[in-house]
């Protein structure tokens, strides 16, 4: 399965770099790409909009704090956009409070995506769920974007 999303002409994800070493990724792409997520009861598809999927992020701890995670959504956008995506869809956990364990954080924060214009569309419902999760969506009107790189440099390059 992993092999045959690597394989493919979209990426599937972003890398982070901090002087050539990974510090950060983001999984991401068409929803119908992700077997698991597309049969999914606990994040149902919403619609037959055709949209891209975040799935996760992975920051390195020494890279923590920096705000890595939310330039690797920054990035995601500006790919799935250059690509055609007519909306991107996360599933981001909502704290109960300031902090959160970073293993439990791995689809990002709620505030994270809303501070650059996804909305909530759905509250996820699980009965197995430790933490609050939801679905939001940050609608892209199918335009591209200029934006052609698909990694990510910390420290201000980009």
Do not use: N, Q
């Amino acid at each position: 399965m992993l092999r045959d999303l690597a394989g493919r002409e979209v990426a599937p994800g972003l890398v982070a770099l901090r002087d050539r070493r990974a510090i950060g990724w983001v999984g991401l792409g068409p929803r119908e790409d992700f077997d698991r997520l597309e049969h999914s009861r606990v994040r149902p598809r919403l619609d037959d909009l055709p949209v891209w999927s975040v799935l996760c992020f992975v920051v390195s701890k020494s890279a923590r704090g920096e705000g890595i995670a939310r330039r690797l959504l920054d990035a995601a956008i500006d790919y799935a956009r250059d690509r055609g995506a007519p909306a991107v869809e996360a599933y981001p956990v909502v704290p109960a409070d300031e902090r959160i364990d970073a293993a439990k954080a791995y689809t990002g924060v709620l505030s994270m995506f809303e501070d650059v214009g996804f909305r909530e569309v759905r509250e996820v419902e699980s009965p197995t769920a430790t933490v609050r999760r939801t679905i939001v969506r940050l609608d892209l009107g199918g335009i591209r974007a200029g934006v052609t790189t698909a990694t990510v440099v910390s420290g201000g390059r980009h």
